[in-house]
């Protein structure tokens, strides 16, 4: 009984406006508001047709690759720079430059020296989602605490296995937790790259059906692309707190 | 986007220069230019990367145009008229979902579903309704940067101290008082955070919008000058792109130490 | 003068004409229904015009609970508190408290001044005059001069006494206090218990105070009440009879004070 007050306390705002769009845009005469039930109908089309499903997974597999080499390259340096006292504070200013610019900035260079194709999406990807991961891994690697440091060194843990088994574990939290500030921000300099230039995925679905004049299949891409990054947000998240369950049992925080 | 990291170098006033260090950043930064450099001249780099002293006179020239000063000049006003509207709309609705029980698990799924929403998604139908306009990119800028500072503010408010609220009631603060000098105050760490991340988000987006439109700014620029492969020159944006955003985070940065200084001290 | 010997229950009678907080048959407690928990139950107490009254009980008694009935942040369960005549319907303004927790009642963001004068910006005073009200409280509690401190810049004791200026400066009838000496140390403590004695002797406030400290109460107050059991209840009350003024060595060495202390821990070792 009361699982269900709550799931109705949480529901019944968003249910009502979507309710409320529904009939609101239900006659809508104004060209660029479509009718809710015309832009579910659409992506309801496409997607049986598979045009959005082959979207998807161009634009997904493209994100992936990207995060995959932010997270590989930003784990590393943030490792080393981690540990690197000299190093680390030689570059800070640097670091914190380049995390400055905004990254949507860099779309069109990227894509005018890279070209349309894939590649220039996944390293706009990468190199927008590398700082917060290496950010974070070098604020983990710093966490790893003093004694247990001194133990590797005392056993004479050789440099390598140091990294891989007490390092590494030792600021997997932090570096998860750069990647789910990363995720988002992929997301979003994925869909920028493509709404900028591109003859596949969600962005192309989207430019090419809104510079056709065809509204509704917009007004769906849009929305499909945001409950897509929604739902990566929010899936990443509980994944998140199935693999450090260990972390927050043991009351590290 | 709740948590960003800060290393403690970057806001750390710190009153004596460190001579040996300062040397070894120049040192590095030469380094790192003269790479470039063999990379472009042994053809590591593609043919069309400009050498670092195209870069650097661009970077001198540039300045001195009008059309760099009148695009940066949008592009701010853009931005900082979006975020301060985010932190106003942020820290009302967050500091009344935060105390308001009912309205807090109303709107808890809205919440989680905007932050999470890549906004920029809505930037072809906002081309649509608003038109390529001032008007459509202020409105992209908030429907990105409102959500740090409203989710803080909701952190923010639920954090306030039981003490506090005995204090506060047993001493009869009036509503609008308390939620002045209680509520807000107490909660200002919390939103500080998010002032300050949705100050880069609200630079992003905008320079977002400019780059994906016709509208003018910044990010435009760096688009003509890509188009028209004068990349020394989109270079030289992007550095002062960076400048700008390095120059907002560090100042927001200090007045929010400024600012808290309670909260350092009480802390512990 | 001597009278240590009064019966409890007897106090209910002595000042009730001129008493300025009357507790009659006060039951708190939580829960609705059969969640239900009582804490307090029955309880029966008044206070007269500028006296001092400690209410003394084992730690986990729900003294905690008292003062939050007693203050009007928890509706009673049954019975009524009056305060100068009124039922006491939630905090009124007659009521002044200090909290046990200084460093969590004071407002880290406000300068010990603003928080002083914050209570009476609520009450719609203008900025001179509860300034004035402020500095003259800071004054009187021996921090003149120290207001545009931060309350985090102090130490524990002098953030206590700020927490009395505020509730001085509110000028309420009756001064509540919880445990305020508990969390500094044992020097500190005593000053703080020297300045309220001495606040009391020149100003004449009324005060109430709550402690599981068996001295501090009969120390501090003309009678104290303790209270004890599951719901707890008033088992005893004590007149002290030491009059306005005290001393840390000779009062506490009165053969008084040692009989009160002798059976108010007999009492609560039941």
Redesign the interface.
């Given at each position: 009984m009361r699982t269900l007050t709550?799931v109705l306390?949480?529901?019944?705002?968003?249910v009502l406006?979507v309710v409320l769009w529904w009939f609101a845009s239900a006659n809508s005469t104004n060209l660029?508001?479509p009718p809710l039930s015309r832009i579910l109908g659409v992506m309801g089309r496409d997607f049986t047709n598979g045009v959005l499903l082959q979207a998807m997974s161009s634009s997904l597999s493209n994100l992936a690759l990207g995060l995959l080499i932010a997270s590989v390259v930003g784990v590393a340096l943030g490792l080393i720079l981690g540990e690197t006292k000299?190093l680390r504070?030689?570059?800070?200013?640097?670091i914190?430059?380049?995390r400055?610019?905004?990254?949507?900035?860099?779309?069109?260079?990227i894509?005018?020296?890279f070209g349309l194709g894939s590649a220039s999406k996944i390293y706009a990807v990468a190199l927008a989602c590398v700082w917060?991961i290496l950010?974070?891994t070098?604020?983990g690697s710093l966490g790893v605490e003093v004694g247990v440091r001194r133990v590797s060194r005392v056993f004479g843990i050789p440099r390598m296995l140091y990294y891989r088994r007490v390092v590494l574990p030792g600021a997997m939290p932090?570096v998860i937790?750069?990647i789910?500030?990363a995720l988002?921000i992929g997301?979003?300099v994925m869909?920028?790259s493509e709404?900028?230039a591109s003859n596949v995925g969600l962005g192309f679905y989207?430019?090419h059906s809104?510079s056709t004049f065809r509204?509704p299949e917009?007004?769906s891409?849009?929305?499909l692309?945001?409950?897509i990054?929604?739902v990566l947000?929010?899936g990443f998240s509980l994944i998140d707190r199935q693999i450090l369950a260990w972390y927050h049992k043991s009351g590290a925080r | 986007m709740a948590t960003t990291t800060t290393t403690p170098m970057a806001f750390s006033g710190r009153p004596s220069v460190n001579w040996t260090l300062t040397f070894q950043r120049v040192i590095t930064l030469v380094v790192i230019l003269l790479l470039w450099q063999f990379a472009l001249m042994s053809g590591l780099l593609p043919k069309i990367t400009p050498g670092v002293p195209d870069i650097v006179t661009s970077i001198f020239t540039v300045v001195t145009m009008g059309n760099f000063w009148v695009g940066f000049g949008y592009t701010l006003f853009a931005a900082l008229a979006g975020w301060l509207l985010s932190c106003a709309i942020g820290v009302v609705l967050g500091l009344l979902i935060g105390t308001v029980r009912p309205l807090d698990r109303s709107a808890a799924l809205i919440v989680e579903f905007g932050r999470a929403f890549p906004t920029i998604a809505l930037m072809p139908v906002m081309m649509l309704v608003l038109g390529a306009t001032t008007n459509m990119k202020i409105t992209m800028v908030v429907l990105a940067a409102v959500w740090p500072v409203l989710v803080q503010s909701i952190l923010g408010s639920r954090r306030l101290d039981p003490g506090i609220v005995s204090t506060a009631t047993v001493f009869q603060i009036p509503k609008g008082l308390w939620f002045r000098k209680v509520l807000l105050p107490s909660a200002l760490p919390f939103i500080a955070t998010g002032v300050r991340i949705s100050a880069s988000i609200a630079i992003l987006a905008a320079v977002g919008v400019e780059v994906l439109t016709q509208v003018p700014g910044l990010g435009r620029l760096i688009t003509l000058a890509q188009e028209a492969e004068r990349w020394d020159n989109a270079l030289a944006y992007l550095f002062f792109a960076g400048i700008f955003g390095w120059l907002v985070a560090s100042l927001l940065g200090r007045a929010e130490g400024r600012l808290l200084r309670w909260n350092r001290q009480s802390d512990d | 003068m001597s009278n240590t010997e009064s019966v409890p229950g007897g106090t209910l009678t002595r000042v009730s004409e001129d008493s300025l907080l009357r507790v009659t048959d006060l039951s708190l407690g939580y829960g609705e229904g059969a969640d239900e928990k009582r804490i307090i139950e029955n309880l029966s107490l008044t206070v007269g015009n500028g006296e001092f009254v400690s209410i003394v009980g084992p730690s986990g008694v729900g003294k905690t609970t008292l003062l939050k009935g007693l203050s009007g942040l928890l509706k009673p369960k049954a019975g009524q508190v009056v305060v100068g005549g009124g039922a006491l319907e939630g905090p009124h303004r007659d009521v002044a408290v200090v909290f046990q927790d200084y460093s969590r009642s004071l407002m880290p963001w406000m300068t010990t001044r603003e928080n002083i004068a914050f209570p009476l910006q609520g009450r719609g005073q203008k900025k001179p005059l509860r300034n004035k009200a402020a500095d003259e409280a800071l004054d009187a509690v021996g921090l003149g001069g120290q207001g545009n401190k931060y309350p985090w810049e102090m130490s524990g004791g002098m953030q206590q006494r700020v927490a009395i200026a505020r509730a001085l400066a509110y000028n309420a009838k009756v001064l509540l206090m919880d445990e305020p000496f508990a969390s500094v140390d044992a020097q500190t403590r005593f000053d703080l218990e020297d300045l309220v004695i001495d606040l009391r002797e020149k100003l004449g406030v009324t005060i109430m105070l709550v402690t599981h400290d068996v001295d501090e109460a009969i120390y501090l107050a003309d009678r104290v009440i303790v209270i004890a059991e599951k719901p707890a209840t008033v088992v005893d009350v004590i007149e002290t009879g030491f009059g306005t003024h005290r001393d840390q060595v000779a009062t506490k060495a009165d053969p008084r004070f040692q009989d009160a202390r002798g059976r108010i821990l007999t009492r609560l070792r039941k």
């Open positions: 709550n306390w949480r529901l019944w705002l968003p406006l660029f508001v000299r504070l030689i570059l800070d200013p640097y914190h430059f380049v400055s610019v905004p990254q949507s900035a860099l779309v069109p260079l894509i005018g020296i917060p950010l974070n070098i604020d932090q937790a750069g789910r500030v988002p997301i979003v869909v920028v709404l900028f989207i430019l809104s509204i917009t007004w891409g849009a929305l692309v945001g409950v990054g929604y947000v929010i | - | -």
